[in-house]
């Protein structure tokens, strides 16, 4: 009886599942067809996406140019190799054939060529910069400085190379360099970092190659241009085998400067001369700078750090043999720009900036002074040049013949003035005062990157100098030098003495200190740049401009863009009568004075030049050889500022230097 009565109800679940059934199955076709109509078109491009990848193509970069459209840097070619990644994926012995009949037709390494096929970084590649350090989704570059001519031959035989293709690629080439290299003012070029890379908001490229030093960092961004790319479809194994899009770069713009070859050549040339001739005569001349500004603007016309190096060594990259020799300090440190981060005691050129500075503490400005043959202040004796005794004289021969002992004197009675030791801050003092308001001890803002600031010792960098080493030193005036002792006995119980001394006073600016001060001798130190500046704002009647490489900008149509504006910075507020006295004073030192003997035979009456010898002394080191100057004295039009390390008086290397430099000025149109 169940069973009979049982049959009727399961008869009736065969439909209700026949029709459930046939219910999913109309919802399943339903919503493949909606996928394959409605949305076909969002599912394809999802599958593009997921399948291709976008790369950058770096823009052609701006040429760097002098005033005169003469190019300073340009964009050569090298030979590049590629070959498509597909094409040595899907040979059965992985291209290694292919790339063998590539070494022997370009006369190259097989070893280095089949090294470049493997990604850095993955199983049985090479050290870098063998293997492929680059992008997976471009062409794989074997070889980019191969033959032109051997490179040409091989797309005669596309057979015999399948997927090889052959292209000019720029790179950073220097025409003039063996007229001027200015490598230190133009810089280099060097691979991002992924701070860069990330920050760029997609313009700058792992690949790219960006500014590193000079011009071609500080001014990046207009000479890079703006970057293409190219979208390629990737296979299953991510090889790239089309092009799906392409977006020309555009060129990045040309930087015209400031900088005359003519006289970058000769500034050059007149540095380099002027220390191989202070070592014939057995000074060391390991380092030294010069510049040249245009007193009315602030422009700069050139630029000469010495050692100096070949910016070509960058192009390609540099290898790290070469790049130890540009930092090596037994080397010079070539890679260091002395123009802008070279700082020296200024020595005697500083009397340009102390002589108003007396005449504001009160000395008449026609007064006559004391020249004698040394100075005491205490129980310290503080000798004349060559302690030379010239008796009373007046201020314009102080400076013609460089009288320190005037300058010591004018120093301590204002130190005195001050209070002395007892003495709270530098705002009473009119020497600290002059060398700031000429802008000393602080960077002259011009357009290169790591330019110093130099040092005004004053009170407050005393104090902040003593308290943050003081610990140091009052250990070492309890241990001493006993390392210093076992070569030199004298030199170590020297640096006990003054190490006992700075533990219990360093901080105090010191009679002697305030002496040393006013003759630019001492903790005091300028860069070149910065005394090419001071000298133009004398030449010019006080103002100070800010020191421009860059002119302004031409359009990779060849239209010129928009200049960039001299800037002035500030105006020294200079006593009556003091420019006048300089004016004359300075001219006096070439004519008669320290100077007379480099200038002799030059044109003084076409072209006269005015300017300050120096003679930096420093404790273990040979003298400084400074001499700064413009001309023409009665029109100044350019500033001429020379600095040779360890190579003796100014009136010899540094003088006979910038004479070199005036031959080529005064010939300037």
Known sequence: ???????????????????????????????????????????????????????AVPALRGRILDRHGVPLVDNGTRTVVTVQRHTLADAPD?????????????????????GRTFPCGTAGAPPAPICWAGSAYVPLPLTADADPRRALGLLERPDLFPGVEVSAEPVRAYPMQATAKAAHVLGYLGRPTAEEVASSDGRIGDLDLVGRSGLEQEYDAQLR???????????????????????????????????????????????????????????????????????????????????????????????????????????????????????????S????????????????????YDCSSSYTIGNRRFANFESKAYGRIGLRRAVVVSCDTIFYDFAYRSWLAQGGLAAKGDGGDPFVAMARSFGLGARTGIDLPGEQAGRVADRRWRRATWEATKQQTCARAKVGYPQVARVDRARAAYLKALAEESCRTGFQLRAGDAANFAIGQGDSTVTP?????????????????????????????????EPLEPRATGQVDLPPGTVGLLHSAL????????????????????????GKTGTAESYGAQDTSWFVSYAPATRPRYAVAVVVSQAGTGGGAAATAARRIHEVLRRLP
């Open 94 to 114: 992985g291209g290694r054939a292919l790339v063998a009949r590539l070494a022997s037709t370009l006369g190259l390494s097989f070893d280095q060529l089949w």
């Open 225 to 347: 241009g703006v970057p293409g790319s190219t979208t390629v479809a990737l296979d299953p194994r991510g090889v790239a085998i089309a092009e799906l899009a392409h977006t020309d770069p555009v060129r990045g713009r040309d930087l015209v400067t400031n900088l005359d070859l003519r006289v970058q050549s000769a500034t050059e040339a007149a540095l380099s001369a002027a220390a191989a001739a202070a070592r014939r005569t057995g000074h060391r001349a390991d380092s030294g700078a010069a510049v040249v500004l245009d007193v009315r603007t602030g422009a700069v016309l050139a630029a000469a750090s010495y050692p100096t190096y070949d910016p070509q060594v960058w192009t390609g990259g540099i290898s790290a043999k070469a790049l130890s020799a540009l930092t090596d300090p037994r080397a010079g440190t070539p890679l260091v720009s002395r123009v802008i981060a070279g700082t020296f005691a200024p020595a």
């Open 529 to 561: 740049l910065q005394m090419a500046r001071v000298y133009a704002a004398v030449a010019n009647g006080g103002t100070l401009w800010t020191p421009q490489v860059a002119r302004g900008f031409r359009d990779p149509d060849g239209t010129l863009g």
């Open 1 to 55: 009886m169940t069973w009979f009565r049982g049959r009727p109800r399961r008869g009736r679940r065969v439909p209700l599942l026949c029709l459930l059934a046939v219910s999913l199955m109309g919802t399943l076709l339903a919503r493949l067809g909606e996928v394959q109509l409605g949305d076909h078109a969002e599912y394809q491009r999802v599958a593009q996406t997921a399948n291709t990848r976008t790369v």
């Open 349 to 368: 050129t500083f009397k340009v900036v102390s002589l108003p500075a007396a005449i504001t503490a009160g000395n008449p400005l026609g007064g006559t």
């Open 587 to 610: 001219a006096g030192v070439v004519s008669e004075g320290t100077a007379k003997a480099a200038f002799q035979g030059f044109a003084l009456d076409r072209w006269p030049v005015a």
